[in-house]
């Protein structure tokens, strides 16, 4: 057996867990990149409460998987956890629906759809694993494209900047050009660009 805080032989962090934890390991099982057993610290390292509950298969955050102790006194009360839990998930898909919306307009669209994920994240343990995925895929798209050659980068560039300007027509085609615009950027709009 490998004692806690040892490197196994392929030089991945290996720790025990205790006895009769919540999901389902017993002593001596090995966690990779654990620090210890759930509830208590190993040489001064704080226990990731969030990290646990993402792991303990249910859906709603339990007071114990809080370092906040305002929010564990709010859950602690069946009618007032219910109350803020609604309030989240009500915000939360407020800002999501807002920011898909926000989408293909120019602007911090996607931003939104993460800020609205993140508030979901604070109270619903399905909303911190699809935060989870979509931060790896992020994480995964840049490395992707920081690899790739400075030739490559640019065209990426200037494909996504002609969508927006594409969009952006495309708004002012339908909506109109707004009338609080210079009379020499209407003119060239209306007549350069057939709008």
Same mark, same amino acid.
């Given at each position: ?35 210890? +057993?759930?509830?208590? $610290? ?7 409460? /969030? ?7 249910? @859906?709603?955050?339990? $007071? ?18 219910? =109350?803020?839990?609604?309030? @989240? ?15 293909? =307009? ?8 993460? $800020? ?10 399905? $909303?911190?694993? =699809? ?10 798209? /840049? ?6 050659? =400075? ?8 494909? +996504? ?29 209306? /007549? +350069?660009?057939?709008?």
């Amino acid at each position: 057996m490998i004692a806690a805080g040892e490197q196994a032989m392929d030089g991945e962090d290996v720790h025990e867990t205790g006895v009769g934890e919540a999901d389902g390991r017993e002593a001596g099982d090995r966690v990779p990149g654990g620090r210890g +057993t759930r509830g208590s $610290a190993v040489a001064g390292a704080a226990v990731d409460r /969030n990290e646990i509950a993402r792991h303990d298969r249910g @859906i709603l955050l339990d $007071a114990e998987d809080d370092d906040w102790a305002w929010r564990r006194r709010l859950r602690a009360n069946p009618a007032t956890a219910r =109350l803020y839990r609604l309030f @989240i998930g009500v915000l939360g898909l407020v800002i999501v629906v807002g920011g898909l919306l926000l989408v293909p =307009l120019p602007g911090p669209g996607w931003v939104i759809v993460f $800020a609205g994920l993140a508030i979901w994240a604070s109270e619903f343990e399905w $909303a911190q694993r =699809l935060l989870d995925y979509a931060k790896d895929k992020l994480r995964a798209w /840049n490395g992707w494209v920081r690899a790739q050659a =400075l030739w490559l980068q640019a065209l990426a560039a200037l494909a +996504t900047m002609a969508f927006v300007l594409l969009v952006i027509w495309a708004m002012l085609k339908i909506s109109g050009v707004p009338g609080f615009l210079p009379d020499g950027v209407e003119y060239f709009l209306q /007549n +350069t660009l057939a709008l």
